[in-house]
Nanobody
Framework: VQLQASGGGLVQAGGSLRLNCAAS????????MGWFRQAPGKEREFVAA????????WYADSVKGRLTISRDNAKNTVHLQMNSLKPEDTAVYYC????????????????????WGQGTQLTVSS
């Protein structure tokens, strides 16, 4: 599956933004999906994941209650709604897919990712 992320930009602290990820392929609904981020000088870290059906979600502790992951299998898209943004959320955000039919836990770590999108920059100003 090929992934194309979009929606990044510059936002003030406390603001909101929605990231989008468009996927190619007719079997999108077979893939658990995730979002990761990488800040300058830091390792890529897990942000959020969603199961193939959308029935299960998983979040990093640092974003719980502020970010919401969702998917639309009919449109082959995954979204990350980001509210109450903080300067420490500044990073390049990547959408990611696990192996086909892999469980959601597999896409909570970079080693479980089989496909990466190209990344979209989010900058949160204080």
């Amino acid at each position: 599956v090929q992934l194309q992320a979009s929606g990044g930009g510059l936002v003030q602290a406390g603001g909101s933004l929605r990231l989008n990820c468009a996927a190619s392929g007719r079997t999108f609904s077979s893939y658990a999906m995730g979002w990761f981020r990488q800040a300058p000088g830091k390792e890529r870290e897990f942000v959020a994941a969603i199961s193939w059906s959308g029935g299960s979600t998983w979040y990093a502790d640092s974003v719980k209650g502020r970010l919401t992951i969702s998917r639309d299998n009919a449109k082959n898209t995954v979204h990350l709604q980001m509210n109450s943004l903080k300067p420490e959320d500044t990073a390049v955000y990547y959408c990611a897919a696990g192996a086909r039919d892999a469980p959601i836990v597999a896409v909570t770590t970079p080693t479980g990712i089989h496909s990466w999108g190209q990344g979209t920059q989010l900058t949160v100003s204080s």
